[in-house]
């Protein structure tokens, strides 16, 4: 049985009651600490067994965006035709799912752990102004994603729940990274991007290098596999992989 649910005191024990899809699990953790369960633009779920009452998989709903975590004990003949519903969002769920939806990408989820860095460089500064980053990023953004997106950062930035780092050439930014501020021991990368025309010179890779630098915590992002030998230089192996699908 699947259901909408507003206790997020349920919802944080069902989380860490999971023990699989660290990624997704961290992202849902965001959101919910960023915005809880009371805007009309975010939803969450829950799957729970009708004869013994546990939560079997955790469903999120941000705009066009869809985190699914799943147990081994989920029902996915029911969870399949439920996430089939939200029509034109893009779904980020275990791999699990892979063989219901034959249009799906892998996904891989990257961890590093912090090593303090050697350098870091002056052109590397936090950013606290979200119009310059969704600017940014909005490039490869349609224009309702990027209005989404810069109404997301400015919130988060505003209540301390995300970090914005930017590389900046004449005053400009032309790469940015952003990390969560949510747990203690693991931080989430949830953005990672350079103006196209900058790509190549290894801006990103700065930014990570200079911002990865607490040795007690770990760094998890999500990439492309065509993006791995990318980050295996950044200093990230492969975790865990997902499937990423457009309905």
Same mark, same amino acid.
């Given at each position: 049985?699947?259901?909408?649910?507003?206790?997020?005191?349920?919802?944080?024990?069902?989380?860490?009651?999971?023990?699989?899809?660290?990624?997704?699990?961290?992202?849902?953790?965001?959101?919910?600490?960023?915005?809880?369960?009371?805007?009309?633009?975010?939803?969450?779920?829950?799957?729970?067994?009708?004869?013994?009452?546990?939560?079997?998989?955790?469903?999120?709903?941000?705009?066009?965006?869809?985190?699914?975590?799943?147990?081994?004990?989920?029902?996915?003949?029911?969870?399949?035709?439920?996430?089939?519903?939200?029509?034109?969002?893009?779904?980020?769920?275990?791999?699990?799912?892979?063989?219901?939806?034959?249009?799906?990408?892998?996904?891989?989820?990257?961890?590093?752990?912090?090593?303090?860095?050697?350098?870091?460089?002056?052109?590397?500064?936090? =950013? /606290?102004? $979200?119009?310059?980053?969704?600017? +940014?990023?909005?490039? !490869?953004? &349609?224009?309702?994603?990027? %209005?989404?997106? *810069?109404?997301?950062?400015?919130?988060?930035?505003?209540?301390?729940?995300?970090?914005?780092?930017?590389?900046?050439? =004449? /005053?400009? $930014?032309?790469?940015?990274?952003? +990390?969560?501020?949510? !747990?203690? &021991?693991?931080?989430?990368? %949830?953005?990672? *991007?350079?103006?196209?025309?900058?790509?190549?010179?290894?801006?990103?890779?700065?930014?990570?290098?200079?911002?990865?630098?607490?040795?007690?915590?770990?760094?998890?992002? +999500?990439?492309?596999?065509?993006?791995?030998?990318?980050?295996?230089?950044?200093?990230?192996?492969?975790?865990?992989?997902?499937?990423?699908?457009?309905?």
């Amino acid at each position: 049985m699947i259901s909408l649910c507003s206790d997020s005191e349920l919802i944080y024990s069902v989380l860490n009651d999971f023990g699989n899809s660290k990624y997704i699990r961290e992202y849902i953790k965001l959101y919910l600490d960023s915005y809880g369960t009371e805007f009309d633009f975010q939803d969450l779920f829950l799957q729970k067994d009708t004869e013994t009452g546990n939560c079997t998989a955790v469903v999120l709903r941000y705009n066009s965006q869809i985190f699914a975590l799943v147990s081994d004990d989920s029902d996915l003949q029911e969870l399949f035709p439920f996430l089939s519903g939200f029509s034109q969002c893009t779904v980020v769920a275990d791999k699990i799912l892979k063989p219901y939806f034959s249009n799906s990408d892998v996904c891989c989820e990257m961890l590093r752990r912090g090593v303090v860095p050697v350098e870091s460089s002056p052109q590397i500064k936090e =950013s /606290n102004a $979200p119009k310059e980053i969704a600017d +940014l990023v909005g490039e !490869s953004l &349609s224009k309702d994603e990027k %209005t989404d997106y *810069y109404l997301n950062l400015s919130h988060q930035l505003r209540h301390n729940r995300v970090s914005a780092y930017a590389c900046y050439l =004449s /005053n400009k $930014p032309v790469s940015a990274v952003i +990390l969560s501020n949510t !747990s203690q &021991s693991t931080h989430l990368i %949830t953005t990672v *991007y350079t103006k196209e025309y900058f790509r190549g010179n290894g801006y990103a890779k700065r930014i990570l290098e200079h911002i990865c630098c607490d040795p007690l915590k770990k760094y998890i992002l +999500l990439c492309e596999e065509h993006n791995l030998n990318f980050y295996n230089n950044c200093g990230f192996s492969v975790a865990d992989t997902y499937i990423r699908f457009r309905l």
